[in-house]
């Protein structure tokens, strides 16, 4: 039997190889541009909102594995969730990159939860955030986001 921690690394790498909407977006009426510098991690994320509803989200972007995966996990967390729901969200997955697991964890992370062990690589942690910050970018209006 797989133990936790290699489950999570086949969660990331499966998400990094077969990125799930990892598209443009034509009828986004939402987007924003992120890039991590320590990384060199490039994200356009394109959210379609519609009455404080999010329909539709999709990333596009080059970066490392754990950049990418993370992006690919949070569209497939947020469709469908409202304003107010993807901003708890973030609050969360903030929390759990930023303290751990043992402090954040909680049911509504679900899949995200795999993200709990870069807590300890400061480096990736930005990787890992990159997608929420650009994500939150574009609610608050679009533009650019930066994870310095
Ligand atoms: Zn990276």
């Not at 969730?81 to 509504?108: C, D, M, N």
């Not at 942690?125 to 533009?143: N, P, Q």
């Amino acid at each position: 039997m797989m133990d936790l921690r290699e489950l999570y690394q086949e969660v990331i790498l499966d998400h990094s190889k077969r990125p799930r909407n990892r598209r443009e977006m034509p009828e986004a009426n939402r987007r924003a541009e992120g890039y991590n510098p320590l990384c060199g991690d490039r994200a356009t994320v394109f959210l379609h909102l519609d009455d404080g509803i999010v329909r539709d989200v999709s990333f596009e972007g080059s970066g490392c594995s754990i950049s990418t995966a993370s992006a690919s996990m949070m569209t497939e967390a947020l469709r469908g969730k409202s304003v107010a729901e993807v901003e708890a969200l973030f609050q969360r997955f903030h929390e759990l990159v930023t303290t751990g697991p043992e402090k954040a964890a909680g049911p509504e992370l679900g899949k995200l939860a795999v993200f709990g062990g870069v807590r300890e690589f400061p480096m990736r942690v930005k990787c890992a955030s990159l997608a929420w910050h650009t994500m939150r970018a574009a609610l608050e209006g679009g533009g650019r986001a930066t994870t310095e």
